[in-house]
C-alpha cells in the first residue's frame, strides 16, 4: 500500500486507478455508461493483477469500470453509513460539486 496525506496503506491499484481517473477526466458524462469493452477490461484488470502500470488509457470507460469492480470486490465496504451519508450531504447542500471533489472527499 501506499501513504497518501494521512491515509496509511492505500492499495496502490486504487491510486493508480484514481490518478488515470483525474487525468482522463472524471466530469465526462460518458464515465456513467453501463458498457465497456470487455477486451479494454480484461486487459486493464490482467495489468493491474499482474503488477503492471497502466499504460496511457485515453477511454474513461474501462477505468471508470475497473475502479467499480475493485471496490466491489473488496470484502468489507469502503465508506461506513457515516461515511457515505457525509458524502450524499455534500451533494444536497445546494452547491453541485465535480465528480473529482466527491472522490477527494472519500
Not at 486493464?44 to 503492471?52: N, S
Not at 470507460?61 to 473488496?74: A, G, H, M, Y
Request: net charge negative; charged share 20%; proline share 7%.
Amino acid at each position: 500500500g501506499q501513504s497518501i496525506g494521512d491515509f496509511q496503506q492505500i492499495p496502490a491499484v486504487l491510486v493508480m486507478l484514481t490518478r488515470e481517473l483525474e487525468a482522463v477526466g472524471l466530469d465526462n458524462p460518458v464515465i456513467f455508461r453501463v458498457f465497456c469493452d470487455a477486451g479494454k477490461l480484461y486487459e486493464l484488470v490482467g495489468d493491474l493483477d499482474g503488477g503492471e502500470p497502466i499504460v496511457a488509457i485515453n477511454d474513461v470507460v474501462p477505468l471508470w469500470v475497473t475502479f467499480k469492480l475493485f471496490l466491489d470486490c473488496l470484502p468489507h465496504p469502503l465508506l461506513s453509513y457515516h461515511g457515505y451519508t457525509e458524502l450524499e450531504g455534500i451533494q444536497t447542500k445546494g452547491t453541485k460539486p465535480s465528480s473529482a471533489e466527491k472522490l477527494k472527499t472519500v
